[in-house]
């Protein structure tokens, strides 16, 4: 069972910077689209940015140029930069994974980030 696993989250300050990363358990070339969505309290999940296993990115317009999703294949992780971050952005974050064959949807726990100062 492939599993994905959050971290990085945590407190920063307006205009602060944070890297969350998102651990496969097995390997991430399982998956043919991963991502990174967010949701605030009370309200519904967004994205945040979308890539395929060709490169090509889909960022939300309220994050663009501000994150940047990377990911290090050998360590089968994909990580959120978030640099310039505003109150806004607190949410829980959370990683998805879209397996390449079957499009079954793998989901992680979530990650807390607050903005404040």
């Known amino acids: 069972q492939v599993q994905l696993v959050e971290s990085g989250g945590g407190l920063v300050q307006p205009g602060g910077s944070l890297r969350l990363s998102c651990t496969v358990s097995?390997?991430?070339?399982?998956?043919?689209?991963m991502g990174w969505y967010r949701q605030a309290p009370g309200k519904q999940r967004e994205l945040v940015v979308a890539?395929?296993?060709?490169?090509?990115?889909n960022y939300a317009d309220t994050v663009k140029g501000r994150f940047t999703i990377s990911r290090d294949n050998a360590k089968n992780t994909l990580y959120l930069q978030m640099n310039s971050l505003k109150s806004e952005d607190a949410a829980v974050y959370y990683c998805?994974?879209?397996?390449?064959?079957?499009?079954?949807?793998?989901w992680g726990q979530g990650t807390q980030v607050t903005v404040a100062s």
């Open positions: 998805r994974g879209v397996s390449a064959f079957r499009n079954d949807d793998y």
């Open positions: 097995g390997s991430i070339f399982s998956f043919g689209r």
């Open positions: 890539e395929t296993n060709g490169g090509r990115t």
